[in-house]
């Protein structure tokens, strides 16, 4: 069964820093027993450039079967932007970002 964590209870409804994700994304996300996980966006409605393209980079890198879900289309929109810019400098994403 995959564990569930709601973004919005940690960060409020906007995702700044890729420090601060990226202190999230280590403790708690990649710390859990499950090998699968649901990262919920509901209720977050805006995540800064520099914090989705951290998400990017920490969901390549984690150990983790990594779903997401409830993202709002201005969430969407700003992992889009990331997405297009990787693929134009032909960078290969190994894990489907589920937009």
């Not at 964590?5 to 890729?18: S, V």
């Not at 990262?39 to 079967?65: D, M, P, Q, V």
């Not at 929109?77 to 489907?96: D, E, G, P, T, Y």
Request: net charge positive.
């Amino acid at each position: 069964m995959a564990k569930e964590f709601q973004l919005i209870k940690k960060f409020g409804e906007n995702l700044l820093t890729r420090n601060s994700l990226a202190s999230y994304f280590n403790e708690a996300i990649n710390n859990a027993k499950e090998e699968e996980v649901v990262i919920n966006f509901k209720g977050i409605k805006f995540i800064s450039r520099s914090c989705a393209a951290e998400y990017i980079k920490l969901k390549e890198e984690s150990n983790k079967k990594i779903i997401e879900k409830n993202m709002s289309k201005e969430v969407k929109a700003m992992f889009n932007v990331i997405v297009n810019q990787l693929k134009n400098s032909n960078f290969n994403l190994r894990k489907k970002l589920v937009i």
